[in-house]
């Protein structure tokens, strides 16, 4: 398996520019986690999906920010207008829940955001 | 609300010295612990994990026991290599219904000279 892959790797765009990020978690996977990770302040969940349906967007910070998950295998992350502030690296992840086990997260290798 | 505390960081050691990153949690019933590893520029990678009490997870010479009589999962390493530089993360998964989404500790620098 390829693992979780994300794309762009990196991503340079002006403020007030529509930005996207997509993600390919591993086959399988149940569930799809979007984290944000900035030195001030760590790393956040966004938002999680558990097949294919959001469970929890309390960490999308504002109204700007929107994720979808339209199959099992692509979802995208998307920020417009960007803002300076959003400049950060993005994580997505993927886990499989099946049969009362978890076997831990599965992270791609990110996303690095950068808005001027 | 689950939570998981670390000792705070930065960690430097000199290579082979002994390494011990201190993990507490708060959670109710029996959640699965893990540790990830996050090198430079890189996502973070699973390193080992518990799924109930007194069980060890143990990988790359790393290991780390599930103490539920004092909630702790910390991480130990006999011997540390400067390959070891990096950010160590715990976290834990509930178990129940809500079993899906982790909580992750804030993380600890480990810095390895030579």
């Known amino acids: 398996d390829a693992g979780v892959i994300q794309s762009p790797r990196h991503e340079v765009t002006e403020m007030g520019q529509e930005v996207t990020l997509r993600c390919k978690p591993i086959?399988?996977?149940?569930?799809l986690f979007w984290y944000r990770q900035t030195m001030m302040r760590g790393l956040e969940l966004l938002i999680y999906?558990?097949?294919?349906?959001?469970?929890?967007d309390s960490g999308m910070p504002e109204d700007r920010f929107s994720a979808k998950m339209p199959n099992a295998s692509f979802s995208t992350l998307k920020i417009q207008p960007s803002e300076p502030r959003d400049s950060a690296v993005y994580f997505c992840?993927?886990?499989?829940?099946?049969?009362?086990?978890?076997?831990?997260?599965?992270f791609g290798s990110g996303t690095r955001l950068t808005v001027v | 609300g689950d939570s998981v505390t670390q000792m705070e960081g930065p960690v430097t050691l000199s290579e082979e010295a002994f390494l011990t990153i201190n993990c507490t949690y708060t959670?109710?019933?029996?959640?699965?612990l893990f540790w990830y590893v996050q090198y430079p520029g890189e996502g973070l990678q699973l390193l080992l994990k518990?799924?109930?009490?007194?069980d060890k997870g143990s990988n790359k010479g790393f290991e780390a026991t599930y103490r539920k009589e004092t909630t702790s999962f910390h991480l130990e390493k006999g011997s540390v290599q400067v390959s070891d530089s990096a950010v160590y993360f715990c976290a834990l998964i509930p178990s129940g219904t809500n079993a899906g989404k982790s909580t992750f500790g804030d993380g600890t620098t480990l810095t390895v000279k030579p």
């Open positions: 992840a993927s886990s499989s829940h099946s049969r009362g086990a978890n076997y831990g997260y599965t």
């Open positions: 959670a109710t019933g029996y959640p699965s």
């Open positions: 086959s399988g996977h149940d569930y």
């Open positions: 999906f558990n097949n294919n349906v959001p469970i929890d």
């Open positions: 518990a799924t109930k009490a007194d």
